[in-house]
């Protein structure tokens, strides 16, 4: 996966589960972490969460001195990584077209199980 997701998912040797019924229904939300076409790089994929949806009016780099606001077009998302030091994504490519959204992850599987919710870390299982 790379460093843009930490700390919800290491660089290397995680194994996560996806479905792809949500994206296609149109029922991602803000907070969901999805695999994507990359844009820049069509033959691979990226995973990012989805911070802004189509009408929102977002900050595109709240690390930016002078910032710059826009609105998400119609059928696209604004996606960003975690790790917002170390992400190449929206802030750099723009916002992402729905249709290359493959799928919604819900789990990680390995090393440890986690279930993925909506929201900015994971959670869990209860014990």
Not at 25 to 42: A, H, K, N, Y
Not at 66 to 78: E, S
């Amino acid at each position: 996966m790379g460093p843009s997701m930490l700390p919800t998912f290491n660089e290397i040797g995680d194994v996560v589960a996806q479905e792809h019924i949500s994206p296609r229904l149109g029922l991602l939300e803000i907070g969901d972490v999805v695999v994507c076409v990359s844009p820049t790089t069509p033959g691979r994929s990226v995973c990012k969460r989805i911070l802004g949806m189509p009408g929102d009016y977002i900050c595109v780099d709240p690390t930016e001195r002078n910032r710059r606001y826009l609105t998400v077009p119609r059928g696209h998302v604004w996606l960003q990584g975690d790790n917002m030091s170390n992400s190449t994504d929206s802030r750099s490519y723009g916002p992402v077209p729905y249709a290359l959204i493959r799928g919604r992850v819900f789990a990680k599987l390995w090393p440890e199980l986690r279930w993925i919710k909506n929201g900015m870390a994971p959670i869990s299982e209860p014990k």
